[in-house]
């Protein structure tokens, strides 16, 4: 929220000479964040003074167009010049080439003379042009930095403005004023206005506050105004969307009069652009008081208006042009003709305010917050009037601001006010809390008088009522959020001063730490780091075909968690695997020339059961019965934590007497059986097959109970070449969480056997198709308890292998724990296993 000081000092005692700085410095006390300071000054410097027309002379030019060589005098007649900048004409008058055709002798203009700076560094100098000395520029809205229009000169006379020649026009067009940005937190909706922060600056300063809601004087009705039906029956939660609608009516009103400069300028430092005399009033009371406002031009309604959802398949068109689809919970105004509006977002462009527009009737309403916030969220509609909205507005200003509005087309567009006025709806009742006497210091640490509570209170325009305990205190209608004695607390700790609340360092209770798996997390995390690896963190948004590659070992549909507003349809879905994020960081990484990378991610993935969600939600306000908390939390997707690598490209920098090796599908393995072993947990590896990767190079990763855990391996050829990535990148995905629950609380060293190994090879040849993980399995199991350990170190075809069969070479690791092994005793257990093979395999002993 921009707050030009100007504006602010009507209403706050602001000392003249407190700059956006000083007033950011105040409002930071009541807990608002400074953001930023706006000053047109900082762009634009003079001379900039009002001159006025003494001749015209029209030239025109081999080009076609048309100049005018103007003659403009810039001091009063009979006085001095007394600027000596290079260019200026002693003679107070100044010849000047103007391209633009809207003004005539004797009007006075804004002159930008040589020395002035305009926005974008643009720098007015004498300069010889069209076959004139051109010494200064008469100056647009858009040249100044206030306005859009460029069409034509700043002619004062038609701002109703006649000033003395000479005056300085960035003084007359408030171009000297600044403007503090506030950041304005969501749950502080009265912020979003200059009565709001008026009202906050004075409780940082402790001076005097007047609200500007207070200046205005309601008309009464002579009559019954437009009319009007709230017919919402189908309210989000059970809540009307429209609960107040307030109509005025202006007729005769002039809309080509222009803006007033000192209108225009404050809403330029508000951050809106001056459009219309008619559209800025409405924006300039929204600014003012915080409520939004809809003009309609009165003549294109057809019958009264009624407040009401959208039916299937209606469709509108709004302000912008677009056509739009709107949704059975969109809130709409409409008239007989049908929907003319987007309550609280955007309006219709059948019934909108143009430059024909003599009558106007005027909509103040109060509007449900979701249903204003779903709404802008559905067709992308952010505006500054549906910030406010979902935010919350006060529901006691809308008459006000209407009467606002009424004024100020009166008084600037030449318009009639009538008596007619619509205020249909019922008030919301008034929240009441209830406040311990003694539940502000304990919750902050500061001892706080019955004073210091009751002044706070009221000072926020709460209610306060002295009970027996404590306080009973009347929440004030522009706070929506205060409603728990937390809320109130809150408030009074801001008031009396944060400055006021103890600094200490809480103790940490004892006996207590990281969970289990916390602690499982960051072994392993800090395993993957220490071994070369680089953390890195993608979105959980994945499209369906993503999904359907990586969420399941063999191609097919794979149910999905389905978002209901995605940031892009193209990633409608939440991930069933951390691969494509993953690779996602790789590709991008790679095309910016990082080209060798070993990346990995920890993070949830999403995958739903039989049931997703809840038929209904829980009311608010209420707290959820055992069974509608067991029904939501059955609604929701398991979500086990995966543990992913991506490596691509060489293991190493190239170096001297160095040559860099390529990652393989091994080091993916490798990766994987250190997550494991970090674990204490054994991992068996076998032949897989997953459509996510190689056909011959993938490794299944399962435990030793045959849950499967993961995969290994090369990525498939084709995936790669559609990514964009290298061949030969690889990659694991593992499921944590399976880990962690097999992993024993207390991972205990092994102890180092003294006694010696007896070491055996045995080479067995099977047919071509057995799997060699699963001989070495069967030697495991054949060889019994002295098998220490066992590898595969050579798989042999060709001379000396029949054809259809391979040899497979194993060494054998044999230790007992308790004495020297014999060499029968090896023998025996190593022809027990190559026995076991024989059974299962037919394997014959080479």
């Not at 170096?655 to 674990?679: M, Q």
């Amino acid at each position: 929220m921009r707050i030009p000081l100007s504006w602010l000092r009507e209403f706050a005692q602001v000392p003249a000479d407190a700059t956006a700085e000083d007033v950011m410095a105040e409002l930071v006390k009541v807990g608002l964040e400074e953001e930023d300071v706006h000053r047109p000054a900082d762009e634009l410097s003079g001379p900039i003074v009002v001159g006025q027309v003494l001749s015209i002379v029209k030239e025109e030019q081999t080009n076609g167009k048309t100049i005018n060589w103007c003659q403009v005098r810039v001091v009063p007649e009979g006085q001095p010049q007394t600027l000596t900048n290079e260019g200026i004409d002693p003679s107070g008058v100044q010849g000047i080439i103007c391209g633009a055709h809207n003004f005539v002798e004797g009007d006075k203009v804004v002159v930008t003379l040589p020395g002035a700076v305009l926005p974008g560094d643009f720098r007015i100098s004498a300069r010889q042009t069209y076959g004139h000395l051109s010494a200064g520029m008469i100056a647009s809205s858009r040249e100044l930095g206030i306005g859009d229009d460029h069409d034509g000169i700043i002619v004062l006379s038609r701002l109703g403005l006649d000033p003395e020649i000479g005056t300085d026009a960035m003084e007359l067009l408030g171009l000297y004023d600044q403007a503090a940005e506030i950041n304005v937190t969501p749950d502080r909706s009265y912020a979003f206005s200059i009565r709001g922060v008026a009202r906050e600056f004075a409780h940082a300063t402790g001076t005097a506050y007047t609200d500007p809601a207070s200046l205005v004087v309601v008309d009464d009705a002579t009559g019954a105004g437009h009319p009007v039906n709230l017919a919402d029956t189908a309210g989000i939660y059970g809540k009307d969307g429209c609960d107040r609608f307030v109509t005025r009516s202006v007729t005769g009103v002039d809309p080509s009069l222009p803006t007033p400069p000192w209108m225009a300028s404050r809403l330029s430092l508000a951050g809106m652009r001056s459009i219309s005399l008619v559209v800025d009033i409405s924006n300039y009371v929204m600014l003012e008081l915080g409520q939004p406002l809809h003009f309609y031009d009165a003549d294109k309604l057809t019958g009264g208006i009624t407040v009401r959802r959208a039916n299937p398949g209606e469709t509108l068109k709004t302000l912008d042009g677009k056509e739009r689809k709107l949704h059975v919970e969109d809130l709409l105004i409409t008239d007989e003709s049908g929907a003319i509006g987007i309550a609280g977002v955007m309006g219709g462009g059948a019934t909108e305010v143009s430059d024909t527009t003599a009558n106007v009737l005027i909509e103040a309403a109060h509007f449900e917050p979701i249903s204003i916030a779903r709404s802008r969220r559905r067709h992308k509609l952010p505006s500054e009037a549906s910030k406010r909205f979902e935010r919350g507005v006060d529901w006691e200003i809308a008459d006000v601001a209407a009467q606002r509005a009424v004024d100020l087309l009166v008084e600037l567009a030449d318009g009639t006010a009538t008596t007619l006025i619509t205020d249909v709806g019922t008030a919301p009742a008034g929240v009441v809390i209830e406040l311990p006497g003694h539940f502000a210091s304990q919750l902050i640490g500061v001892d706080y008088t019955p004073e210091q509570i009751t002044w706070a209170l009221t000072e926020i325009g709460a209610q306060v009522e002295v009970v027996d305990g404590g306080y009973k205190v009347t929440a004030p209608s522009w706070r929506p959020d205060l409603a728990t004695k937390q809320d109130l607390t809150e408030e009074i700790a801001r008031l009396v001063g944060y400055h006021l609340i103890p600094a200490t360092l809480p103790t940490a209770p004892p006996g207590r730490g990281l969970t289990r798996t916390q602690s499982q997390r960051r072994r392993v995390m800090a395993a993957l780091a220490d071994s070369g690896l680089t953390e890195v963190l993608s979105y959980p948004f994945v499209s369906a075909v993503q999904n359907n590659t990586f969420g399941a070992p063999v191609a097919g549909e794979v149910a999905a968690v389905k978002l209901s507003n995605p940031l892009s349809s193209e990633f409608g879905f939440m991930r069933a695997s951390i691969l494509p994020g993953l690779l996602g960081i790789a590709r991008r990484n790679h095309g910016r020339g990082f080209r060798d990378l070993a990346l990995y991610e920890a993070g949830l993935v999403f995958l739903p059961g039989e049931t997703v969600g809840t038929a209904t939600i829980p009311p608010l306000g209420v707290k959820p019965s055992d069974a509608e908390l067991d029904a939501l939390y059955g609604g929701l997707p398991h979500q086990p934590m995966h543990i992913a690598a991506v490596l691509t490209g060489h293991d190493s920098p190239v170096a001297a007497a160095h040559v860099p090796r390529v990652y393989d599908w091994a080091d993916a393995l490798d990766v994987a059986k250190l997550v494991s072993d970090v674990l204490g947990v054994e991992v068996v590896v076998s032949q897989g097959a997953h459509q996510a990767f190689h056909p011959g190079r993938t490794a299944a990763l399962s435990l030793r109970n045959g849950t499967p855990v993961g995969y290994a391996g090369e990525l498939h050829p084709k995936l790669l070449a559609e990514l964009d990535l290298p061949e030969r990148t690889v990659a694991m995905e593992i499921d944590a969480d399976t880990l962690f629950e097999a992993s024993a609380d207390v991972i205990v060293a092994k102890e180092i056997s003294t006694f010696p190994i007896s070491t055996q090879d045995v080479a067995l040849v099977v047919d071509a198709d057995v799997v060699a993980a699963d001989v070495l399995e069967t030697l495991r199991e054949g060889a019994g308890e002295l098998l220490e350990d066992i590898a595969l170190f050579d798989v042999y075809s060709g001379t000396g292998i029949e054809d259809g069969k391979k040899s497979l070479a194993f060494g054998l690791r044999f230790r007992a724990a308790d004495r020297t092994l014999t060499a029968d005793e090896a023998s025996e257990a190593r022809a027990a296993a190559v026995a076991l093979a024989a059974e299962r395999f037919a394997a014959v002993q080479r």
